[in-house]
Protein backbone atom coordinates (compact mmCIF):
# COMPACT_ATOMS: atom_id res chain seq x y z
CA UNK A 1 0.00 0.00 0.00
CA UNK A 2 1.24 3.67 -1.05
CA UNK A 3 1.57 5.70 2.09
CA UNK A 4 1.48 9.19 2.24
CA UNK A 5 4.88 9.47 2.62
CA UNK A 6 6.09 7.68 -0.54
CA UNK A 7 3.98 10.26 -2.58
CA UNK A 8 6.45 12.83 -1.20
CA UNK A 9 9.88 11.19 -1.90
CA UNK A 10 11.81 13.32 -4.06
CA UNK A 11 12.38 11.91 -7.44
CA UNK A 12 15.71 11.26 -8.43
CA UNK A 13 16.93 13.16 -11.33
CA UNK A 14 18.82 10.43 -13.01
CA UNK A 15 15.65 8.45 -13.80
CA UNK A 16 13.78 11.62 -14.46
CA UNK A 17 12.37 11.76 -17.63
CA UNK A 18 14.60 13.71 -20.53
CA UNK A 19 12.48 16.34 -22.30
CA UNK A 20 11.23 15.78 -25.81
CA UNK A 21 13.66 16.61 -28.37
CA UNK A 22 10.71 17.52 -30.45
CA UNK A 23 8.93 19.79 -27.56
CA UNK A 24 13.34 21.46 -27.50
CA UNK A 25 13.42 22.26 -31.26
CA UNK A 26 10.42 23.59 -31.47
CA UNK A 27 11.13 25.79 -28.87
CA UNK A 28 14.54 26.48 -30.08
CA UNK A 29 12.49 27.47 -33.45
CA UNK A 30 10.32 29.44 -31.90
CA UNK A 31 12.64 31.49 -30.10
CA UNK A 32 14.56 31.59 -33.45
CA UNK A 33 11.21 33.07 -35.36
CA UNK A 34 10.72 36.14 -32.67
CA UNK A 35 14.46 37.08 -32.43
CA UNK A 36 14.72 37.08 -36.34
CA UNK A 37 11.53 39.09 -36.22
CA UNK A 38 12.91 41.29 -33.94
CA UNK A 39 16.38 41.83 -35.79
CA UNK A 40 14.26 42.03 -39.17
CA UNK A 41 12.05 45.23 -37.48
CA UNK A 42 15.20 46.82 -36.18
CA UNK A 43 17.54 46.17 -39.30
CA UNK A 44 14.91 47.66 -42.00
CA UNK A 45 14.27 50.33 -38.65
CA UNK A 46 17.85 51.53 -38.62
CA UNK A 47 17.79 51.90 -42.74
CA UNK A 48 15.22 54.87 -42.33
CA UNK A 49 16.55 56.81 -38.92
CA UNK A 50 18.03 59.28 -41.70
CA UNK A 51 14.74 60.16 -42.45
CA UNK A 52 13.44 62.72 -39.89
CA UNK A 53 17.51 64.06 -39.57
CA UNK A 54 17.22 65.15 -43.72
CA UNK A 55 16.31 68.75 -42.80
CA UNK A 56 18.87 68.93 -40.43
CA UNK A 57 21.81 67.42 -42.48
CA UNK A 58 20.22 70.17 -45.31
CA UNK A 59 20.41 73.15 -42.46
CA UNK A 60 23.79 72.08 -41.63
CA UNK A 61 25.49 71.41 -44.80
CA UNK A 62 23.49 73.93 -46.75
CA UNK A 63 22.52 71.27 -50.12
CA UNK A 64 19.74 71.20 -51.90
CA UNK A 65 16.50 69.13 -52.31
CA UNK A 66 17.96 67.51 -55.32
CA UNK A 67 21.39 66.34 -53.08
CA UNK A 68 19.27 65.08 -50.72
CA UNK A 69 17.42 62.99 -53.04
CA UNK A 70 20.93 61.81 -54.19
CA UNK A 71 22.38 61.01 -50.49
CA UNK A 72 18.47 59.17 -50.44
CA UNK A 73 19.31 57.22 -53.62
CA UNK A 74 22.75 56.39 -52.96
CA UNK A 75 21.15 53.71 -50.38
CA UNK A 76 18.99 52.04 -53.17
CA UNK A 77 21.74 51.97 -54.96
CA UNK A 78 23.65 49.87 -52.19
CA UNK A 79 20.25 47.90 -51.71
CA UNK A 80 19.92 47.19 -55.64
CA UNK A 81 23.80 46.11 -56.21
CA UNK A 82 23.49 44.29 -52.80
CA UNK A 83 20.48 42.43 -53.73
CA UNK A 84 21.66 41.56 -57.56
CA UNK A 85 25.51 40.57 -56.22
CA UNK A 86 24.40 38.77 -52.90
CA UNK A 87 20.94 38.32 -52.19
CA UNK A 88 19.74 35.07 -53.44
CA UNK A 89 22.95 33.54 -51.77
CA UNK A 90 21.67 32.31 -48.62
CA UNK A 91 20.18 29.21 -50.61
CA UNK A 92 23.54 27.99 -51.00
CA UNK A 93 25.25 28.96 -47.49
CA UNK A 94 22.49 28.91 -45.25
CA UNK A 95 20.14 31.61 -43.96
CA UNK A 96 22.54 32.76 -40.72
CA UNK A 97 25.45 33.33 -42.51
CA UNK A 98 24.10 35.81 -44.46
CA UNK A 99 21.65 37.37 -42.02
CA UNK A 100 23.84 38.22 -39.32
CA UNK A 101 26.47 39.42 -41.25
CA UNK A 102 24.27 41.85 -42.88
CA UNK A 103 23.34 43.10 -39.06
CA UNK A 104 26.78 43.42 -38.69
CA UNK A 105 27.47 45.51 -42.12
CA UNK A 106 24.17 48.14 -40.54
CA UNK A 107 26.12 48.60 -37.36
CA UNK A 108 29.08 49.69 -39.65
CA UNK A 109 27.11 52.16 -40.81
CA UNK A 110 26.16 53.44 -37.66
CA UNK A 111 29.90 53.95 -37.23
CA UNK A 112 30.45 55.88 -40.33
CA UNK A 113 27.51 58.23 -39.88
CA UNK A 114 29.31 58.91 -35.88
CA UNK A 115 32.81 59.00 -37.09
CA UNK A 116 32.20 60.88 -40.23
CA UNK A 117 29.08 63.29 -39.75
CA UNK A 118 30.30 65.10 -43.25
CA UNK A 119 28.57 65.11 -46.49
CA UNK A 120 30.70 62.49 -47.95
CA UNK A 121 30.79 60.33 -44.83
CA UNK A 122 26.88 60.58 -45.30
CA UNK A 123 26.98 58.96 -48.67
CA UNK A 124 29.37 56.43 -47.66
CA UNK A 125 27.11 55.37 -44.87
CA UNK A 126 24.01 55.23 -47.17
CA UNK A 127 25.70 52.74 -49.27
CA UNK A 128 26.77 50.49 -46.59
CA UNK A 129 23.27 50.58 -44.94
CA UNK A 130 22.04 49.80 -48.42
CA UNK A 131 24.35 46.86 -48.69
CA UNK A 132 22.53 45.85 -45.19
CA UNK A 133 19.06 45.86 -46.03
CA UNK A 134 20.30 44.06 -49.91
CA UNK A 135 21.11 41.26 -47.87
CA UNK A 136 18.68 41.07 -45.79
CA UNK A 137 15.34 41.25 -47.45
CA UNK A 138 14.93 38.24 -49.10
CA UNK A 139 16.77 36.53 -46.40
CA UNK A 140 14.75 37.05 -43.73
CA UNK A 141 12.09 37.02 -45.41
CA UNK A 142 12.20 33.30 -46.21
CA UNK A 143 14.34 32.32 -42.76
CA UNK A 144 11.09 33.75 -41.17
CA UNK A 145 8.91 31.78 -43.38
CA UNK A 146 11.09 28.53 -42.97
CA UNK A 147 11.41 28.88 -38.88
CA UNK A 148 7.41 29.53 -38.62
CA UNK A 149 6.88 26.24 -40.70
CA UNK A 150 8.48 24.49 -38.02
CA UNK A 151 7.22 25.62 -35.18
CA UNK A 152 4.51 23.59 -33.30
CA UNK A 153 1.56 25.82 -35.22
CA UNK A 154 3.65 26.51 -38.19
CA UNK A 155 1.68 24.19 -40.69
CA UNK A 156 -1.45 25.48 -39.83
CA UNK A 157 -0.63 28.78 -41.27
CA UNK A 158 2.09 28.77 -43.80
CA UNK A 159 0.96 32.20 -44.80
CA UNK A 160 1.51 33.94 -41.15
CA UNK A 161 5.63 33.43 -41.55
CA UNK A 162 5.96 35.29 -44.68
CA UNK A 163 3.30 38.53 -43.57
CA UNK A 164 5.10 38.46 -40.15
CA UNK A 165 8.15 39.62 -42.49
CA UNK A 166 6.38 41.64 -44.50
CA UNK A 167 4.85 43.44 -41.36
CA UNK A 168 8.41 43.42 -39.41
CA UNK A 169 9.73 44.94 -42.99
CA UNK A 170 7.59 47.93 -43.31
CA UNK A 171 6.78 48.12 -39.58
CA UNK A 172 10.96 48.74 -39.13
CA UNK A 173 10.93 51.16 -41.96
CA UNK A 174 8.48 53.17 -39.83
CA UNK A 175 9.72 52.47 -36.10
CA UNK A 176 13.39 54.40 -37.41
CA UNK A 177 12.24 57.58 -37.87
CA UNK A 178 10.02 57.56 -35.15
CA UNK A 179 12.66 56.72 -33.16
CA UNK A 180 15.06 58.83 -34.78
CA UNK A 181 12.71 61.71 -35.09
CA UNK A 182 11.70 61.63 -30.79
CA UNK A 183 15.42 61.64 -29.84
CA UNK A 184 16.28 64.25 -32.29
CA UNK A 185 13.11 66.76 -30.74
CA UNK A 186 13.95 65.88 -27.16
CA UNK A 187 17.13 64.33 -26.13
CA UNK A 188 21.22 65.83 -26.91
CA UNK A 189 23.02 65.11 -29.84
CA UNK A 190 20.15 64.39 -32.48
CA UNK A 191 22.52 63.58 -34.67
CA UNK A 192 24.94 61.05 -32.87
CA UNK A 193 22.47 59.55 -29.93
CA UNK A 194 19.80 57.37 -32.70
CA UNK A 195 22.90 55.80 -34.50
CA UNK A 196 24.19 55.04 -31.08
CA UNK A 197 21.33 53.52 -29.91
CA UNK A 198 19.93 51.28 -33.47
CA UNK A 199 24.23 50.26 -33.16
CA UNK A 200 24.14 48.10 -30.06
CA UNK A 201 20.85 46.93 -30.69
CA UNK A 202 21.93 45.73 -34.09
CA UNK A 203 25.06 44.57 -32.71
CA UNK A 204 23.26 42.47 -29.37
CA UNK A 205 20.78 40.87 -32.08
CA UNK A 206 23.36 39.54 -34.31
CA UNK A 207 24.25 37.39 -31.30
CA UNK A 208 21.07 36.28 -30.94
CA UNK A 209 20.50 35.23 -34.44
CA UNK A 210 23.72 33.35 -34.56
CA UNK A 211 22.12 31.44 -31.79
CA UNK A 212 19.27 30.41 -33.41
CA UNK A 213 18.94 27.30 -35.83
CA UNK A 214 19.49 27.25 -39.22
CA UNK A 215 16.87 25.99 -41.56
CA UNK A 216 18.51 25.76 -45.17
CA UNK A 217 19.98 22.86 -46.27
CA UNK A 218 23.22 23.44 -47.97
CA UNK A 219 23.36 22.14 -51.67
CA UNK A 220 25.48 19.45 -52.48
CA UNK A 221 28.01 20.08 -54.73
CA UNK A 222 27.87 23.30 -53.92
CA UNK A 223 27.07 25.78 -57.33
CA UNK A 224 29.86 28.31 -58.60
CA UNK A 225 29.05 31.46 -57.62
CA UNK A 226 26.96 33.53 -59.95
CA UNK A 227 24.81 36.99 -59.58
CA UNK A 228 21.11 37.56 -59.03
CA UNK A 229 19.32 35.96 -62.36
CA UNK A 230 15.49 35.34 -62.89
CA UNK A 231 14.66 31.68 -61.34
CA UNK A 232 11.37 31.29 -61.87
CA UNK A 233 10.40 28.79 -64.40
CA UNK A 234 9.20 30.00 -67.80
CA UNK A 235 5.47 29.44 -67.77
CA UNK A 236 5.01 31.44 -64.51
CA UNK A 237 7.79 34.54 -65.30
CA UNK A 238 4.49 36.48 -66.32
CA UNK A 239 3.29 36.61 -63.19
CA UNK A 240 6.40 37.12 -61.72
CA UNK A 241 6.97 40.34 -63.60
CA UNK A 242 3.54 41.69 -62.79
CA UNK A 243 4.04 41.11 -59.00
CA UNK A 244 7.37 43.03 -59.07
CA UNK A 245 5.60 46.03 -60.41
CA UNK A 246 3.36 45.84 -58.10
CA UNK A 247 5.88 45.86 -55.60
CA UNK A 248 7.51 48.46 -57.44
CA UNK A 249 4.75 50.67 -57.41
CA UNK A 250 3.72 50.21 -53.79
CA UNK A 251 7.42 51.01 -52.95
CA UNK A 252 7.54 53.77 -54.88
CA UNK A 253 4.85 55.45 -52.59
CA UNK A 254 6.92 54.34 -49.47
CA UNK A 255 9.27 56.11 -51.02
CA UNK A 256 7.80 59.71 -50.35
CA UNK A 257 7.62 59.16 -46.93
CA UNK A 258 11.18 57.81 -46.49
CA UNK A 259 12.81 61.02 -47.95
CA UNK A 260 10.78 63.59 -49.04
CA UNK A 261 8.08 64.15 -46.84
CA UNK A 262 9.89 66.07 -43.94
CA UNK A 263 10.73 68.30 -46.70
CA UNK A 264 6.99 68.39 -47.71
CA UNK A 265 6.03 69.13 -44.08
CA UNK A 266 8.88 71.95 -43.54
CA UNK A 267 8.37 74.00 -46.58
CA UNK A 268 4.45 73.42 -47.69
CA UNK A 269 2.93 72.76 -43.97
CA UNK A 270 5.14 74.84 -42.37
CA UNK A 271 5.91 71.81 -39.80
CA UNK A 272 9.49 71.45 -38.40
CA UNK A 273 9.67 69.43 -35.77
CA UNK A 274 11.70 66.21 -36.57
CA UNK A 275 9.27 64.37 -33.60
CA UNK A 276 5.81 65.37 -36.33
CA UNK A 277 8.14 64.35 -39.15
CA UNK A 278 9.39 60.83 -37.86
CA UNK A 279 5.24 60.59 -36.51
CA UNK A 280 4.69 60.83 -40.08
CA UNK A 281 6.39 58.27 -41.77
CA UNK A 282 5.32 56.26 -38.84
CA UNK A 283 2.11 56.59 -39.42
CA UNK A 284 2.60 55.58 -42.87
CA UNK A 285 4.40 52.44 -42.52
CA UNK A 286 2.88 51.41 -38.93
CA UNK A 287 -0.60 51.21 -41.02
CA UNK A 288 1.28 48.91 -43.53
CA UNK A 289 2.11 46.57 -40.66
CA UNK A 290 -1.03 46.43 -38.96
CA UNK A 291 -3.11 45.96 -41.92
CA UNK A 292 -1.06 42.81 -42.67
CA UNK A 293 -1.48 41.48 -39.01
CA UNK A 294 -5.40 42.58 -39.41
CA UNK A 295 -6.22 40.78 -42.43
CA UNK A 296 -3.63 37.91 -41.67
CA UNK A 297 -6.17 35.05 -43.10
CA UNK A 298 -7.22 37.28 -45.84
CA UNK A 299 -6.84 35.33 -49.29
CA UNK A 300 -4.82 36.91 -52.41
CA UNK A 301 -7.66 37.72 -54.18
CA UNK A 302 -8.83 40.09 -51.33
CA UNK A 303 -5.87 41.45 -50.67
CA UNK A 304 -5.61 42.54 -54.52
CA UNK A 305 -8.99 43.80 -54.37
CA UNK A 306 -8.31 45.78 -51.50
CA UNK A 307 -5.16 47.78 -52.36
CA UNK A 308 -6.53 50.22 -54.81
CA UNK A 309 -9.79 50.44 -53.14
CA UNK A 310 -7.76 51.80 -50.07
CA UNK A 311 -4.89 52.97 -51.83
CA UNK A 312 -6.49 55.88 -54.22
CA UNK A 313 -8.56 57.56 -51.61
CA UNK A 314 -5.46 57.69 -49.34
CA UNK A 315 -3.41 59.30 -52.31
CA UNK A 316 -6.12 62.06 -52.48
CA UNK A 317 -6.60 63.06 -49.31
CA UNK A 318 -2.29 63.04 -48.92
CA UNK A 319 -2.60 65.50 -52.32
CA UNK A 320 -5.27 67.70 -50.53
CA UNK A 321 -3.21 67.93 -47.16
CA UNK A 322 -0.61 69.81 -49.46
CA UNK A 323 -2.91 71.93 -51.04
CA UNK A 324 -5.55 73.09 -48.05
CA UNK A 325 -2.78 73.17 -46.98
CA UNK A 326 -4.05 70.59 -43.99
CA UNK A 327 -1.14 68.59 -41.35
CA UNK A 328 -4.24 66.26 -40.63
CA UNK A 329 -5.46 65.80 -44.22
CA UNK A 330 -1.95 64.99 -44.78
CA UNK A 331 -1.45 62.79 -41.93
CA UNK A 332 -4.57 60.66 -42.33
CA UNK A 333 -3.63 60.30 -46.14
CA UNK A 334 0.02 58.93 -45.28
CA UNK A 335 -1.92 56.57 -42.75
CA UNK A 336 -4.28 55.78 -45.64
CA UNK A 337 -1.83 55.75 -48.15
CA UNK A 338 0.54 53.38 -46.08
CA UNK A 339 -2.27 50.48 -45.28
CA UNK A 340 -2.98 50.07 -49.29
CA UNK A 341 0.80 50.07 -50.32
CA UNK A 342 1.50 47.33 -47.93
CA UNK A 343 -2.04 45.00 -49.16
CA UNK A 344 -0.43 45.54 -52.83
CA UNK A 345 3.27 44.57 -51.85
CA UNK A 346 2.08 41.85 -50.06
CA UNK A 347 -0.37 40.91 -53.28
CA UNK A 348 2.54 41.10 -55.28
CA UNK A 349 5.05 39.36 -53.00
CA UNK A 350 2.96 36.40 -52.05
CA UNK A 351 2.43 35.73 -56.03
CA UNK A 352 6.02 36.62 -56.32
CA UNK A 353 6.84 33.89 -53.76
CA UNK A 354 4.06 31.12 -55.51
CA UNK A 355 6.53 31.00 -58.67
CA UNK A 356 9.46 29.96 -56.73
CA UNK A 357 10.81 26.35 -56.84
CA UNK A 358 11.51 25.50 -53.28
CA UNK A 359 15.34 25.47 -54.13
CA UNK A 360 15.16 28.84 -55.30
CA UNK A 361 13.19 31.04 -52.57
CA UNK A 362 15.63 33.40 -51.70
CA UNK A 363 16.62 34.02 -54.98
CA UNK A 364 13.58 34.74 -56.66
CA UNK A 365 12.28 36.69 -53.78
CA UNK A 366 16.10 39.05 -53.82
CA UNK A 367 14.35 39.43 -57.43
CA UNK A 368 11.21 40.91 -56.42
CA UNK A 369 12.98 43.14 -54.16
CA UNK A 370 15.36 44.03 -56.71
CA UNK A 371 12.52 45.84 -58.60
CA UNK A 372 10.88 46.73 -55.59
CA UNK A 373 14.09 48.63 -54.03
CA UNK A 374 14.14 50.34 -57.85
CA UNK A 375 10.29 51.65 -57.15
CA UNK A 376 11.96 53.13 -54.18
CA UNK A 377 14.89 54.88 -55.27
CA UNK A 378 14.07 55.82 -58.88
CA UNK A 379 10.21 57.47 -59.34
CA UNK A 380 11.54 59.77 -55.58
CA UNK A 381 15.22 60.86 -57.48
CA UNK A 382 12.60 61.41 -60.40
CA UNK A 383 10.05 63.44 -58.06
CA UNK A 384 13.04 65.50 -56.19
CA UNK A 385 14.57 66.77 -59.45
CA UNK A 386 10.69 67.87 -60.74
CA UNK A 387 10.18 70.24 -57.36
CA UNK A 388 13.15 71.87 -59.03
CA UNK A 389 10.74 73.16 -61.46
CA UNK A 390 7.53 72.75 -60.40
CA UNK A 391 5.74 73.27 -57.01
CA UNK A 392 5.39 70.02 -54.85
CA UNK A 393 2.18 69.92 -55.20
CA UNK A 394 1.76 69.98 -58.95
CA UNK A 395 4.61 67.48 -58.83
CA UNK A 396 2.84 64.89 -56.37
CA UNK A 397 -0.19 65.38 -58.44
CA UNK A 398 1.55 63.82 -61.13
CA UNK A 399 3.05 61.19 -59.08
CA UNK A 400 -0.03 60.52 -57.50
CA UNK A 401 -1.71 59.63 -61.01
CA UNK A 402 1.33 57.17 -62.29
CA UNK A 403 0.97 55.03 -59.44
CA UNK A 404 -2.54 54.81 -58.63
CA UNK A 405 -2.49 53.77 -62.61
CA UNK A 406 0.13 51.04 -62.17
CA UNK A 407 -1.20 49.71 -59.14
CA UNK A 408 -4.48 49.51 -60.81
CA UNK A 409 -3.44 47.90 -63.98
CA UNK A 410 -0.66 45.40 -62.13
CA UNK A 411 -3.52 44.07 -59.68
CA UNK A 412 -5.96 43.47 -62.53
CA UNK A 413 -2.80 41.38 -64.44
CA UNK A 414 -2.35 39.26 -61.09
CA UNK A 415 -6.07 38.71 -60.42
CA UNK A 416 -6.52 37.44 -63.97
CA UNK A 417 -3.57 35.20 -63.43
Known amino acids: MTTLRDEFQPIDASVAPRQDPARRRHRHHTFGFWVATLAFLV ?23 IMLTVVYAVYAVGV ?47 VVSGVSVGLTTATATVYLGELHARRPAGSTAPRRGQIVATAANLGGIGVGPLVAGLLAQFAPQPLRLPYIVFLVALVVLAGLVALSPETAVAPDPAPRYRPQRIAVPRNARGTFFAATATGLASFAVYGIFNSLAPSFLAVTLHQSSHAVAGAVAFAAFASGALIQLALIRAGLDTTLRSAPLILIPGLALLIAGMWVPSLVLFVIGGVVVGAGAALAFRGGLTAAAATAPPESRAEVLAAFFLGAYVGLSVPVVILGVATQYVSARSAMVVFAALVAAAIVLCVRILRRR
Open 80 to 126: IASLFLAGHISDWVGRKRVFVPALLVNALSAVIFLAEPSLPGLLVAR
Open 43 to 65: NMGFSAVPTPLYVLYQQRDHFST
